[in-house]
Nanobody, 115 residues
């Protein structure tokens, strides 16, 4: 089965930047779409960004213009570049893809934006 592992989270000051990575155990991102979601403490999980197999991106209104999703097919990795970070971006970020009719999720990486 496909496994996804996120990395790159950490503590950053407001206005700073982080780049998250989502590595897949097999080469699937050249065809499959990938999604980033986040869940803040005490809140429901929300959609952040997506990249489909054709290279089309989509972003939530709250991150549009600040976040960029991209992929490196040779490395089986998807990135989420996060700029101009705000305290409200603090959350556990998880990537996901669709495999054999089901959703595959990574374990998540913590992003904390605080001064």
């Amino acid at each position: 089965q496909v496994q996804l592992v996120e990395s790159g989270g950490g503590l950053v000051q407001p206005g700073g930047s982080l780049r998250l990575s989502c590595a897949a155990s097999i080469n699937i991102f050249s065809i499959n779409g990938v999604y980033w979601h986040r869940q803040a403490a005490g809140k429901e999980r929300e959609f952040v960004a997506s990249l489909n197999g054709g290279g089309i991106t989509n972003y939530s209104d709250s991150v549009k213009g600040r976040f960029t999703i991209s992929r490196d097919n040779a490395k089986n990795t998807v990135h989420l570049q996060m700029n101009s970070l705000k305290p409200e971006d603090t959350a556990v970020y998880r990537c996901a893809t669709i495999w054999r009719g089901g959703s595959i999720w990574g374990q998540g990486t913590q992003v904390t934006v605080s001064s």
